[in-house]
């Protein structure tokens, strides 16, 4: 009797799907030291995912460190395939632009212009290929609040820029310069330049990794 | 008679003091390319003898640009003794520090703790010498009112530096990056970074000069 | 009778062959300004061009710049699918180097050893697919032939690391930097900084888009 | 009787005139913080102090370091007054220019026009004041002996005008740039950047010191 027996078959498919292990999304963290710091105890990649597990949401991502010091928009465009794109992932936070401010002390950063045509390479190949991207816009580089850190005219240009080409792409930002420079407007009172949301004016303290998780993982959880 | 003599002498003495010539006060400017230009035909030192004229004070008041494209403070404190003591002026107007920080993106700007080291050499030895010295802030690097030019943070900084050492030392102050930034505020709409109040993000056009002599006159005529 | 036909036919063919259009080689020139203006009139692309007419070779080569004012090493590596990998070229010329020394004075230089890493990731992908890399060292920021132009060390610096890096990976190299400065050695007495060489210290006159086009054409004609 | 009197007085005054204490030149070595470390154990001012006692000449000299950490010519223009003149040296030695070169990697070196006009205001206020200088070429930036140090050129350039400087106002020179890429010539085989004259590529090691002191000891103890 066929009819019996496929009355009899559905359930068992249904129970076989339930417990069928949930394709997990990957999600790549895309950067520089500060991601690289991310991914080691107390930062903000390991904050994710106790956030992910707390929400019980930790069968459904897999998150992934891929940040090196020192890393300009270049250096990203540079190691994208090995270091992305064969990865297959399914997220990608580019979390970028300090150092392409900041070594412009030093002689080695990089062009506003070119900026913008390495950012957009990286973006539009991720959508090209159907992964998600997320764009951050650059922290701190010093955490006076009053604006006078030498390259914060530069880290507000840049920032802008990403911005505006998030609205203009329709990407998710997760605006992490915003989101410093308001906490250190309210939270840092005797304005140092140091020790309020980073340990040394760029690489986070507990504080600012867990800021940037809060700011990410929102945005994370809430993509589809 | 003694007493009538003395009767007749009064008014004659009363109008020879009235005719007597007036010491002028000899005013120095002291600065970079913007004072340089500032003397020049239209340039904001040309528009101060304008208004003291209008103002019937152009007999009390000789106004003397001593700028020179390029200059940075150490570059004044160079030149301090021939250009600014040796004229004997009352007054001196030091408007310094564009090229100081601008410089910096080319190699050759001025360390922030040395600015202040040379700055003070100067306005010390001015008040010393019973000279009586007006400081200035740096106006700006660009005219975007966003506070996205390159060096907004640095200028920023130089001229907070100043603020309060006008504050500290009781010198006259004219804030100028604070008036040219709260014009730009209200009349940069498009958000240009020239064509305002500069002609090349730097120096200054016919509103620009008008603007530093408004301010600068102000306090010059205010000092006793 | 085949013998005989076949006899007819062989000359017919032979005779076909030799008639059939040549596959020319195509040759890419990748590189900054310099190579921008090489493609120009009076251009060294354009003297090469000449030379091979000259040398009755003209059929067998096209030439191609692709030459981008302001480019680094990245830069070339940004634009190398569309602008050379898809061009299906022979060989190509890689002349890059100088702006990555140069623009360090204006804050967006090159890190040397990322010099190495965008250098070495297109050279590779070069031989990997066929197509024959020549490499050519930086030629000169200055010409003053005594070791004192601002750059001369970092200069030396990077076309040393081309040099041992042509010989490692088996690259026919173009030394230009050592080809500039014995040319100044020999024909720069009054020691000027321009002129010889270059209209501005950097990019070529007559006689320097002649000299590369020597250096270049006696590599090239020599590549089977 | 007047004879005898005076035969017995001629003894005792030549006795006086040897126990009369002579009158030491003070040797002020101004400079940065190559200078600053020349004066503790070790560097070279102590060396040059000891070869002094060697010579049994320490009775005609007195030596006195006046180096401060990151000190540029302009700088030392700043403390001239206090630190030299005030101290009524007769000799001093200029040893400067690192700085002046080495800061334009992070934005704040010296003009090379500005260096010699601090350079020559320190210079010609030493002979107006009848005090001796003596003036030194810049060592190293890096002991590559090829050439490609970063700053080599500019190193190259600042020594070859003060070399000039020296020549055109018979200012005696200690040229420490030749002496130390002499010395590199011979002994640095492996090309190392440190470690042979100097510990970090600029301060002074033991050898590099001693190299410093038997230079400038030269000189000294030539000067009538």
Redesign the interface.
Same mark, same amino acid.
């Given at each position: 009797m066929m009819v019996k027996k496929t009355a009899l078959l559905l359930p068992l498919v249904l129970l076989m799907l339930a417990f069928q292990p949930v394709k997990k999304k990957k999600v790549i963290f895309f950067g520089d030291s500060i991601t690289q710091q991310g991914a080691g105890p107390g930062g903000y990649i390991m904050r994710i995912d106790s956030m992910s597990k707390a929400a019980h949401l930790a069968d459904q991502f897999e998150f992934v460190g891929k940040g090196i010091g !020192?890393n300009k928009v270049? +250096?990203l #465009? $540079?190691r994208f395939q090995p270091d992305v794109l064969d990865q297959k992932p399914d997220i990608v936070l580019v979390y970028v632009g300090i150092n392409d401010v900041w070594? %412009?002390?030093?002689? *080695?950063? *990089?062009?506003f212009d %070119?900026f913008g %045509? #390495?950012y957009d390479?990286i973006i539009s190949t991720l959508k090209k290929q159907g992964i998600q991207p997320v764009v951050c816009t650059p922290s701190v580089i !010093?955490e006076w609040n +009053? !604006? *006078? =850190? /030498? /390259? +914060? !005219? +530069? $880290? =507000? $240009?840049y920032a %802008?820029w990403i911005r505006e080409y998030a609205a203009k792409n329709g990407v998710p930002l997760v605006d992490l310069r915003k989101i410093f420079l308001d906490y250190l407007q309210q939270n840092n009172p005797e304005n140092k330049d140091r020790g309020i949301l980073t340990v040394d004016r760029v690489h986070l303290n507990e504080k600012g990794n867990q800021l940037v998780a809060d700011a990410m993982w929102k945005v994370i959880r809430s993509l589809k």
């Open positions: !020192g270049y +250096d #465009f $540079l070594h %412009k002390a030093m002689g *080695t950063g *990089t062009d %070119k %045509k #390495f390479a !010093g +009053d !604006g *006078t =850190n /030498q /390259q +914060d !005219g +530069d $880290l =507000n $240009l %802008k």
